[in-house]
C-alpha cells in the first residue's frame, strides 16, 4: 500500500509555461484534494474532488484546473505558471468528503 | 479566506519538557485534527476529535475539543528529538479542512 503518491517531487517552470501535477491513490478513497503550502500560512484548499465525476473549488482555485481522472487519480493543472504559485503542492484522499485525510508527499514547484 | 489562529508559532524545548499549542477560531468546526510535518514530507495524522468536550490521547500526545467549538488544545508529554517538526491544527466543516499556520517545535537534547 503506498497511500498517496505524487509526481513529480520536484520541478521549476518559467514564467508562462504549463505543467499537470499527478497524484494517485491506493486506498479506494473517494475524495481527493488539492491543497498549497506556503511559508507561515499552513495548507490552503485549491480544488477538491468529493467523488469520481465532480470537482469543486476550494479557497485559493485561481489559476488551476483539476481532472479527476477515475477513482484513483486526481491532476492539477497550472496553464500558464506565475511567480505567485511557487509553492509546495501536497495531495490528500479520503473515504468520504467528511472523513480523515491522508496526504502525499508534496511537489515542490518553482516558477522563475 | 479565514483561517485558524494557532500558537504559539514556534517552540525550543529541552527534551523531556513538555509541548503545549493550541488554535482557536471565529466560527465552529465539526471535527478537530491535528496533523503532524516532517521536513520534506506531507502532514500525518495525529489525533482526530469529533466532539466538543472530547479529550483523546494517542501514547504522549493528548488533545482536546473545546467545549465552544471554536478550539483545542495539543499537549506533547515527556519530548523526544523526534518530537521535531511542525504541527498543525485543522477544522473541519461541510467536508472541507482550514489549517492553522502550525507550530515549529525544536527540541534540543
Known amino acids: 500500500n503506498a497511500g498517496v503518491t505524487q509526481t513529480p517531487k520536484f520541478q521549476v517552470l518559467k514564467t508562462g509555461q504549463s505543467m499537470t501535477l499527478q497524484c494517485a491513490q491506493d486506498m479506494n478513497h473517494n475524495s481527493m484534494y488539492w491543497y498549497r503550502q506556503d511559508p507561515g500560512m499552513g495548507l490552503r484548499l485549491i480544488y477538491y474532488s468529493a467523488s469520481e465525476g465532480t470537482t469543486d473549488k476550494g479557497e485559493v482555485p485561481n489559476g488551476y484546473n483539476v481532472s479527476r481522472l477515475n477513482k484513483r487519480e486526481f491532476s492539477l493543472r497550472l496553464e500558464s505558471a506565475a511567480p505567485s504559485q511557487t509553492s509546495v503542492y501536497f495531495c490528500?484522499?479520503?473515504?468520504?468528503?467528511?472523513?480523515?485525510?491522508?496526504f502525499g508527499p508534496g511537489t515542490r514547484l518553482t516558477v522563475l | 479566506g479565514q483561517q485558524l489562529n494557532q500558537s504559539p508559532q514556534s517552540m525550543f524545548i529541552q527534551e523531556g519538557e513538555d509541548v503545549s499549542m493550541n488554535c482557536t477560531s471565529s466560527?465552529?468546526?465539526?471535527?478537530w485534527l491535528w496533523y503532524k510535518q516532517d521536513p520534506g514530507e506531507g502532514p500525518v495524522l495525529l489525533i482526530a476529535?469529533?466532539?466538543?468536550?472530547e479529550l483523546t490521547s494517542n501514547g504522549r500526545l493528548t488533545a482536546q475539543f473545546g467545549i465552544t467549538r471554536k478550539d483545542s488544545f495539543l499537549n506533547i508529554s515527556a519530548s523526544i528529538p523526534s518530537d521535531v517538526g511542525i504541527y498543525f491544527c485543522?477544522?473541519?466543516?461541510?467536508?472541507?479542512?482550514?489549517f492553522g499556520a502550525g507550530t515549529q517545535v525544536v527540541v534540543t537534547p
Open positions: 485543522a477544522g473541519e466543516k461541510w467536508g472541507k479542512l482550514q
Open positions: 490528500a484522499s479520503s473515504e468520504g468528503a467528511v472523513d480523515t485525510q491522508y
Open positions: 466560527s465552529i468546526f465539526n471535527t
Open positions: 476529535l469529533y466532539k466538543a468536550g
